[in-house]
T-cell receptor, first 115, second 118 residues
Framework: GAVVSQHPSRVICKSGTSVKIECRSL??????MFWYRQFPKQSLMLMAT?????????EQGVEKDKFLINHASLTLSTLTVTSAHPEDSSFYIC???????????FGPGTRLTVT | AQSVAQPEDQVNVAEGNPLTVKCTYS??????LFWYVQYPNRGLQFLLK??????LVKGSYGFEAEFNKSQTSFHLKKPSALVSDSALYFC????????????????FGKGTKLSVKP
């Protein structure tokens, strides 16, 4: 079956530093990838949608200069949290949509803790 | 506005008993409906989906869901619950392209925690 990986699975960083999270579709090509944020005991909140080779579309209220998204290839999208603050601590989940089947597959998530 | 509602924050069931996790939706057009399960500190795992056809959809791990268009519901069910079914369950809907779902992203309910006791 289709697999989406995320790296790292868990990261702890100091306030003010930047963190990059990678999302890869391992056995399919994804023209579209989605980035979600999940707070404890809450649902997934769509942050942005990235299309390969073009700029990401951010949801209302999400700072595009803080959450930099790059989707340079059909199998890789990255989310960089710049100048991280403790309030950015969260569980970040990516999802990739197979360009052929249009099915959407989820990564295992990345737990970010900003101290 | 497009939305998905899961009215129960938590559902408690004894092992071996049937379980139901409720979901209703408010979406224009004929949406695609999904159920996902999430274990602690893990991503989402796909359980099943409804696109068209038979209203009763069978999915992974013995789960099934029934699409009811008149009630705009898509409740998740299992005839006999297992302790290992304890997890967080999310209902989701994909808005059709011709009703504003240009990106095809999923809209999620807030999730229901299922607790199955031995």
């Amino acid at each position: 079956g289709a697999v989406v990986s995320q790296h790292p699975s868990r990261v702890i960083c100091k306030s003010g530093t930047s963190v990059k999270i990678e999302c890869r579709s391992l056995d399919f090509q994804a023209t579209t990838m989605f980035w979600y944020r999940q707070f404890p005991k809450q649902s997934l909140m769509l942050m942005a949608t990235s299309n390969e080779g073009s700029k990401a579309t951010y949801e209302q209220g999400v700072e595009k200069d803080k959450f930099l998204i790059n989707h340079a290839s059909l199998t890789l999208s990255t989310l960089t949290v710049t100048s991280a603050h403790p309030e950015d601590s969260s569980f970040y989940i990516c999802s990739a949509r197979d360009r052929l089947s249009y099915e959407q597959y989820f990564g295992p998530g990345t737990r970010l803790t900003v101290t | 506005a497009q939305s998905v509602a899961q009215p129960e924050d938590q559902v408690n069931v004894a092992e071996g008993n049937p379980l139901t996790v409720k979901c209703t939706y408010s979406v224009s057009g004929n949406p695609y409906l999904f159920w996902y399960v999430q274990y602690p500190n893990r991503g989402l795992q796909f359980l099943l989906k409804y696109i068209t056809g038979d209203n009763l959809v069978k999915g992974s791990y013995g789960f099934e869901a029934e699409f009811n268009k008149s009630q705009t519901s898509f409740h998740l069910k299992k005839p006999s619950a297992l302790v290992s079914d304890s997890a967080l369950y999310f209902c989701a809907v994909r808005v059709p392209r011709d009703y504003g779902g240009s990106q095809g992203n999923l809209i999620f309910g807030k999730g229901t925690k299922l607790s199955v006791k031995p």
